[in-house]
């Protein structure tokens, strides 16, 4: 089996072999129905662990792919088959190239409105053979929600990339999950303006070191105190083991 899902701490975590990669994205973007990508951090790992109704989210999620090397060593310390560490941007990227090479489609959801239309002919620029057919602006108000899924139902996009200013974030297309026909979410905050070159991406160095938390911790110092929700992680980890 290309993919196998894993439960750490009784979240799930799945484990997919780069050279499997576009046969898999190919045949979920075949499948009917509501369907997501997401990027498992250990502070969402955490989320999930704690808070029932995103934990339900990731649960439900298609295809949950780790980006904390925690992750990985904390599956490894509990006798768990250890998955593959995915970098975010990397990982769009070439689901990208997948959409080119086989004419897909893309609608593009998030930023605001000039980050989100210079992420359009960035987009268009570099992968000509995508579709983009739709986008919209995050930090809109709620009363236009309701327009914005009709769109996205009539267009039917192979894949709506989401980015910053969508309420509920990443839970957003598992919250709306009975109002499309057939797509595929994926979530990625800064996507919307590292594609419109507003923000700079982490880089492979700096991302394969397992330094990432730094740069936010750069750009919010707040973050710092994540190093509590962190120690709670290696004690539940002490515990399950």
Partial sequence: MAIERI?????????????????????LLNKPGTKSIVF????????????????????NATLVLPTS????????????????????????IFLLSILDNNYKTLYLFGGRKGALSQAEKNVHATFSNIRL?????????????????????KSSPSVVLLGDGIPGKVTWPYNNRNRFASSTFVYYRDIIN?????????????????????????????????????MKYKLLLLMYK
């Fill in 7 to 27: 439960h750490l701490l009784d979240i799930p975590i799945d484990i997919l072999s780069q050279e499997n990669v576009e046969k898999e994205i190919l045949d």
């Fill in 40 to 59: 498992l951090s250990v502070w969402d790992f955490l989320k999930a662990h704690k808070n029932g109704k995103f934990g339900e989210c990731i649960k």
């Fill in 69 to 92: 090397k925690s992750l990985l060593k904390g599956a490894a310390k509990l006798g768990l088959p250890v998955p593959l560490r995915y970098n975010p941007f990397t990982a769009i």
């Fill in 133 to 153: 057919v739709g986008r919209y602006v995050g930090y809109y108000p709620k009363n236009v929600e309701s327009q914005i899924v009709l769109a996205m139902y």
């Fill in 194 to 230: 590292i594609f419109a070159k507003r923000s700079k991406r982490v880089s492979d160095k700096t991302f394969e070191k397992g330094n990432e938390i730094w740069i936010e911790i750069l750009h919010n110092p707040l973050k710092i105190f994540l190093i509590f929700p962190y």
